[in-house]
């Protein structure tokens, strides 16, 4: 299963747009790109999903580059509501078990 | 929200005594998952099953186990509890029938255990 590298934390403000990067370097043909977002006290609940270029949705959007060996997840004018921990995770849906390995995640502080 | 719920929601035990923590769905969806989160972790796979009866292994496995004896219910047993299972565990479900994103996953509220 590819392992993927996200930073830390970040910090933001209200109305802002963040961008958080994920390295995924050994990333193979038939995966898949996925973001998580948890809430405290909450399971993950699926964001976005991409296998390559740029995927929107109402909530993000995902930008992967030809190279698939990294993505960016985007997010217009955070507020508040968007603090969190954003996974990132690499995955072929074809795996047994469409195993997803999470790491350690990004956690997003939103400041007023 | 995906219909899955986990029992109990809390639970504090003592070292030595087996638990059993419940996940229960009705989704019909074939693949279960638990895993657990620690800080600093994130979260890890403890054990996962494919269908009725068919389970494997995870990224932390020792001292667990798990059985699914039918579609809906994913149980995790711990044997013998320590200390280091204190966690929070979720459940979570992928693969529903009826298309959309197979490799989504639903994850439940959590259920956190306190090893004494």
């Known amino acids: 299963l590819a392992k993927t590298t996200q930073p830390i934390s970040m910090d933001s403000y209200e109305g802002q747009e963040v961008n958080i990067t994920c390295s995924h370097n050994?990333?193979?043909?038939?995966?898949?790109i996925t973001w998580y977002q948890q809430f405290p006290s909450q399971g993950p609940r699926f964001i976005i999903q991409g296998y390559k270029t740029k995927v929107t949705n109402e909530v993000a959007s995902l930008f992967i580059p030809a190279d698939r060996k990294s993505s960016t997840l985007s997010l217009p004018r955070v507020s508040l509501s968007d603090t969190a921990v954003y996974y990132c995770l690499v995955g072929d849906e074809n795996n047994a078990g469409n195993m997803l390995t999470f790491g350690g995640g990004t956690r997003l502080m939103v400041k007023p | 929200d995906a219909g899955i719920t986990q029992s109990p929601r809390h639970k504090v035990t003592e070292t030595g005594t087996p638990v059993t923590l419940r996940c229960h769905q009705t989704e019909n969806h074939r693949y279960m998952y638990w895993y657990r989160q620690d800080p600093g972790h994130g979260l890890r796979l403890i054990h996962y099953s494919y269908g009725v009866k068919d389970t494997d292994k995870g990224e932390v496995s020792d001292g667990y186990s798990v059985s699914r004896s039918k579609t809906e219910d994913f149980l995790l047993t711990l044997e013998s509890a320590t200390s280091s299972q204190t966690s929070v565990y979720f459940c979570?479900?992928?693969?529903?029938?009826?298309?959309?994103?197979?490799?989504?996953?639903?994850f439940g509220p959590g259920t956190r255990l306190t090893v004494l």
């Open positions: 979570a479900i992928s693969g529903g029938l009826a298309g959309g994103r197979d490799n989504e996953q639903f």
């Open positions: 050994n990333i193979a043909t038939n995966d898949y």
